[in-house]
Structures are given as structure tokens and as C-alpha cells.
């Protein structure tokens, strides 16, 4: 029984023994075997790793592009710095001071310089016969005249009046004299067969710029105001009053008014 037990404990020792002896040599190996998985793994590139070197790389690109711009923009000031230097600077406009001008003093008008003044006449001729003439109805006598007798201007022309129900039938000349007939909506104007009109109205009377202008400045003053006071008269008393014409018409009264007693005395 002993023998037994001895030899199961030889043989434990034996496996113990062989087991160390084992272990110790397969350690080496077990720990090349380490050894080579670490080589392995450390051969191997992790993917961290390739992340980190792909934005190390992007990284200097950008950094070279930085680079470049940074060279390129001091390249640009330097060419701006070359230009300012050539072009001349500007001058400041320094502010100019305005001289003072003195003023004149006008002279005092002397009560002479005012007589003399307002006697002079606020209005030319021409004006005036131009402003009478706008008028005339209201301060010379109509014209034509009415009643008037054309028989010695129409023997002065060697014509004859004819009325114009007879005018188909009477010959063309009679005694010497041509006929003509009077046009009723102007009196005083005649017309012949070649159908031209002959004017044979008073022409001394007529209310034309050549007969005004022959009087003086006084009398065409005194004939505009008298014009404007008719012309005030009837349209105030119309069927159709215009008070903002009046008016006017009242100021220029007035101003025609100052002028005629100018001219008076003279």
C-alpha cells in the first residue's frame, strides 16, 4: 500500500518536474511567440494613427498655403508701399480766408433827385400806343364810322356800287367805272369780279399804330386812362362781372393814373 502511494507521489513529481522542465522550455518560445505578436501589431498602422497622419499632412498643407498667402500679401504691400512712394503726395488744400469787401454806402437821395425821378415818364411811347390800341373801342369813336359816304373815294378809284341782287346782270363797265359791291359784314371793304378786295375806309381816323403814334406821350396817357375807366365801368355793370379782372385792371389804373400827371405841366 505504501508502495503504491510512494510510487504515485514519484510519478507526480516526475509530471511536476517534466511540467517545469516544460514550462521552462516553452517559455522562450511562448515568449518569442509575444514578441513577434507585438512586432505584428506595432507593423501594423492603426486607424487612429492614419487619421492623425492625414491631418498632420493636411495640416502643413494648409500651414504652406499660409505660407503662400502670407508671402503673397507682404509681396502686395510691398508693391502698394513702391506705389505710394512714386506717387507724390497729395497737397492739403489749405482754407482761404474771403476778404471782406466794404460795403458802399449809397449816397442820400436829394429831394431833387426824387422830383426828377418821378417825372420821368414810367413808360415808353411804343408802350404806350400799344396799350391804347388793346382799348381803343373804349376811348375813340368807332370806326369805320357808321353813315359814312364812299361815293368820292369810289369815283376816285373809277369804280361804281353795285347791289348784289343785281349783280349778274349789270355789265362789267359802265360810263368808265367798274363795278364792285360792298361786303355787308365789313363796311367800307368792296369787291370786284376778279374777286379783289379794295379797302376804302378813312384811313386819317383809323386806330392804327402810325396815326397814334403821332401824339404826344401826355395825350396817349391821358386817352389809357380814360380807356381803363370805360373798360372798369362795363364790366362792372355786365351781365358777367369778373371782380379778380377789376382788379387788375384797377392797379393799372392806378399806374396810368401817376403817369398822365407826370406829363401834366410839361
Known amino acids: 500500500m505504501s508502495d503504491t ?3 504515485k507521489a ?34 501594423k498602422p492603426a486607424p487612429s494613427k492614419k487619421k492623425d497622419d492625414d491631418y498632420d499632412d493636411e495640416s502643413e498643407e494648409e500651414s504652406d498655403e499660409d505660407e503662400f498667402d ?27 480766408k474771403k476778404k471782406e469787401t466794404p460795403k458802399k454806402s449809397k449816397p442820400a437821395k436829394d429831394s431833387k433827385s426824387k422830383s426828377q425821378s418821378s417825372s ?14 388793346k382799348r381803343w373801342w373804349y376811348v375813340m369813336p368807332d370806326w369805320p364810322p357808321k353813315d359814312y359816304d364812299y361815293g368820292p373815294a369810289l369815283l376816285r378809284k373809277g369804280l361804281r356800287k353795285v347791289e348784289t341782287k343785281y349783280w349778274k346782270v349789270e355789265p362789267e363797265e359802265k ?9 355787308s359784314s365789313y363796311p367800307g371793304l368792296f369787291k370786284n369780279s376778279q374777286g379783289e378786295i379794295i379797302d376804302l375806309r378813312p384811313s386819317d381816323s383809323c386806330p392804327s ?33 369778373d371782380p379778380e379782372l377789376s382788379k387788375e385792371l384797377q392797379k393799372e389804373l392806378a399806374k396810368a393814373q401817376k403817369l398822365a400827371d407826370s406829363y401834366k405841366g410839361r
Open 209 to 241: 399804330f402810325e396815326n397814334l403814334k403821332k401824339k404826344s406821350q401826355g395825350e396817349l396817357a391821358q386817352m389809357l386812362v380814360t380807356a381803363l375807366k370805360t373798360q372798369i365801368f362795363q364790366l362792372d355793370n355786365s351781365e358777367n362781372p
Open 5 to 7: 502511494i510512494d510510487h
Open 175 to 183: 360810263d368808265g367805272k367798274r363795278k364792285v359791291f360792298e361786303i
Open 70 to 96: 502670407d508671402e503673397s500679401s507682404e509681396s502686395d504691400e510691398y508693391s502698394d508701399f513702391e506705389e505710394k512712394k512714386k506717387k507724390p503726395a497729395a497737397k492739403k488744400k489749405t482754407p482761404t
Open 120 to 133: 420821368q415818364p414810367l413808360k415808353t411811347k411804343n408802350s404806350l400806343v400799344y396799350d391804347v390800341l
Open 10 to 43: 514519484k510519478k507526480r513529481k516526475v509530471a511536476i518536474g517534466s511540467d517545469d522542465e516544460d514550462y521552462e522550455e516553452d517559455k522562450p518560445t511562448k515568449s518569442t511567440g509575444v514578441a513577434t505578436k507585438v512586432t505584428q501589431e506595432k507593423a
